[in-house]
Nanobody, 122 residues
Framework: QVQLVESGGGLVQAGGSLRLSCAAS????????MGWYRQAPGKERELVAG???????NYADSVKGRFTISRDNAKNTVYLQMNSLKPEDTAVYYC????????????????WGQGTLVTVSS
């Protein structure tokens, strides 16, 4: 069994910064893409940023230039550095990863974290 555990959320003033972390644990053979999604009240969950195992990244237009995604493959961890935060960034942020848990099973399974709340005050 594999799980993702997020940390780093909280309350911050507009213009401030936060760094989210997400660590994968359990039976892990390899991890493909990892990413961060967010869901604001009354809205659908949306992709914030993604990163491949090779380090290629993509970002939602709304966070380009302000957020940076990175990963430490040795630690099975993905990070989201969020700068110049705005009230509209307020949401529950979810970590996502495509994980192969065994050398004997070629499938990559999608795993979600429990979410961490980010609140940006104006």
């Amino acid at each position: 069994q594999v799980q993702l555990v997020e940390s780093g959320g909280g309350l911050v003033q507009a213009g401030g910064s936060l760094r989210l972390s997400c660590a994968a644990s359990g039976s892990i053979f390899s991890i493909n893409a990892m990413g961060w999604y967010r869901q604001a009240p009354g809205k659908e969950r949306e992709l914030v940023a993604g990163i491949t195992s090779g380090g290629s990244t993509n970002y939602a237009d709304s966070v380009k230039g302000r957020f940076t995604i990175s990963r430490d493959n040795a630690k099975n961890t993905v990070y989201l550095q969020m700068n110049s935060l705005k009230p509209e960034d307020t949401a529950v942020y979810y970590c996502n990863a495509n994980i192969r848990h065994s050398i004997w099973d070629p499938r990559y399974l999608e795993v979600w974290g429990q979410g961490t709340l980010v609140t940006v005050s104006s």
